[in-house]
């Protein structure tokens, strides 16, 4: 039997379109552009969408077509000429293979909007479809903070979402997907993909998945699952900074058979997911309260419990903020906590100026909120000893980056009072432990530890903590939505409007279910 041939690609971006920093085809640079080969020795072994593809083509004896593996850092909106470019490679292949293809691959992230449309991933499977025409199997796996949209779910057979946040089974949703296709390629089966959706702006913790309500949705959808005509399931909490009409949580179920059965399920989770929509799972302290907690457990330190981590929710640089809130940390100096260490703030100007002088000079530098200081604080006017200089070259040891290698470009450690600050170049959240280690601070031994993250820095960070704390600085992804100008979304829309009747909204809207017409 001749083996089937699939194109395979992965092209991700989280945006959110209140940063005004465009992604660019050099944004996606900095986190690594790979093309081909390249791409498949760097990513095959690691925890990765790809990693899952190849793991299913060696099972199947695929020969397969990789063309590109693109991330960019979350950030706003993609711009036409790097799309353009990244997509090029991809459809090139496509038309150049079309005759021989059995299936194609993408590992998307479901929440890309670009400078010239609001639904990336759906852009591109249409210029996909434009070559391949409508018949040639394509399954595409998403974060599940993706706001999928209707195109989406008209021109991918197969969708698979990761399970899991912080995000840990890329590899197992790549081969999920596979999986899928492979049934799909031998014409076993026959999958689309419906979309249930509720009027919210997310699901009320983002999708949290090491506690609260969404583990026994999971539950429900991996024994859902295991019904004959049932492929995946998945489960996604919505990113909410992308003012764009088809915003919001939902439940995908990739099946054949039976859809309105299928569709019966998915509303029950969708309906969970609105009753539950009052209930957070995160206390979130001002950053002055966050510094009070910090001092205390840094004055009752004993050896060997580990620190207080906390985590500045909203200058998270993994939804798209801009890093440089200086709020958190000012609180943390003003409070006088010891044994500390902060990071990452991105002040690439305070690097270079850092970059001139001698490891172990004092050093004056006006620090962070350089961007937009409406968002988490202007710069801080401070007096440090230089502790290091770096390329910013680290290689991940966790369960979200092991093995992948990563650079926060060049690099410092600025030591103020009792706080070890890691300034850096560009933009990433702190979601492994070598983002600190290979910069010389060690964050196991510190009273406290800072951070900006949102929820990807559990993975790596709860293993060693006391105690975890979340904080909002007021930053671009505040959870005060109040604070953002949204233009376009759909009304009614909670949280915006409290006293919406969810079953007259039900019967206006079907239910909330997207059904792609059978091919």
């Known amino acids: 039997m001749t083996p089937f041939t699939v194109l395979t690609a992965e092209m991700l971006h989280e945006t959110n379109t209140f940063c005004a920093l465009p992604t660019t085809l050099a944004s996606f640079a900095e986190r690594g552009l790979l093309y081909g080969e390249a791409a498949i020795r760097a990513r095959q072994d690691n925890n990765t969408e790809l990693g899952g593809f190849l793991e299913a083509a ?43 293809l059995n299936g194609i691959l993408l590992g998307l992230h479901g929440a890309m909007v670009t400078d010239f449309c609001d639904d990336g991933e759906g852009e591109l499977l249409r210029r996909l479809r434009a070559i391949v025409g ?9 974060d599940p903070h993706a706001n999928v949209t209707r195109l989406m779910c008209d021109l991918a057979n197969i969708m698979v979402a990761f399970k899991t946040y912080p995000h840990t089974d890329m590899r197992l949703a790549g081969r999920h997907a ?12 026959q999958p689309r993909t419906l979309r249930v959706s ?23 959808a991996r024994n859902y699952e295991t019904q004959p005509d049932v492929f995946a399931v998945s489960v996604n909490g919505g990113f909410a900074n992308a003012d764009i009409s088809e915003v919001g949580p939902s439940i995908l179920v990739t099946a054949q058979g039976d859809m309105a059965t299928h569709a019966a399920f998915a509303q029950q989770l969708a309906d969970d997911m609105w009753l539950c929509r009052h209930d957070r799972l995160n206390q979130f302290h001002t950053v002055q309260q966050a510094a009070a907690l910090c001092l205390a457990h840094a004055q009752q330190h004993v050896p060997g419990r580990g620190p207080i981590i906390v985590a500045d929710y909203a200058d998270n640089p993994g939804g798209g903020a801009y890093g440089d809130s200086t709020a958190l940390l000012a609180a943390l100096l003003q409070a006088g906590v010891q044994e500390a260490c902060f990071g990452a703030i991105t002040d690439p100007e305070t690097v270079q100026q850092l970059m001139r002088h001698q490891v172990g000079d004092r050093v004056d530098v006006l620090l962070g909120g350089k961007t937009d200081a409406r968002f988490g604080g202007a710069p801080l006017a401070l007096r ?16 979200m980056l092991h093995g992948l290698q990563r650079s926060w470009g060049p690099t410092a450690v600025l030591q103020v009072d009792g706080i070890e600050i890691l300034v850096v170049t560009l933009r990433a959240q702190i979601l492994d432990l070598q983002q600190f280690k290979a910069f010389g601070i060690d964050p196991e031994h510190k009273h406290v530890v800072a951070l900006k993250s949102m929820q990807h820095f559990r993975a790596a960070f709860e293993p060693i903590a006391d105690e975890v704390i979340v904080c909002d600085s007021g930053a671009l992804c505040t959870l005060d939505y109040t604070q953002l100008p949204f233009e376009h979304l759909p009304r009614p829309l909670f949280p915006f409007d409290q006293d919406i009747n969810i079953n007259a909204w039900k019967n206006a809207h079907a239910q909330g279910l997207y059904l792609p017409a059978k091919r």
């Open 134 to 142: 409508p018949e040639l199997p394509i399954g595409i796996t998403l």
């Open 198 to 220: 509720r009027p919210m702006l997310e699901e009320v913790n983002g999708g949290r998945t090491d506690v609260g309500p969404m583990l026994q949705r999971l539950v429900l």
């Open 58 to 100: 060696r099972s199947y004896g695929w020969q397969v077509l990789h063309t590109i593996s693109a991330h960019a850092q979350p950030g706003g909106k993609v711009t036409r000429a790097a799309f353009d470019q990244l997509s090029e490679p991809i459809l090139a292949a496509a038309l150049a293979h079309k005759d021989q």
């Open 384 to 399: 440090g000893t230089l502790k290091l200089l770096s390329d910013g070259h680290y290689v991940g040891s966790g369960a």
């Open 178 to 189: 596979a999986d899928i296709l492979q049934r799909s390629m031998a014409g076993e089966i």
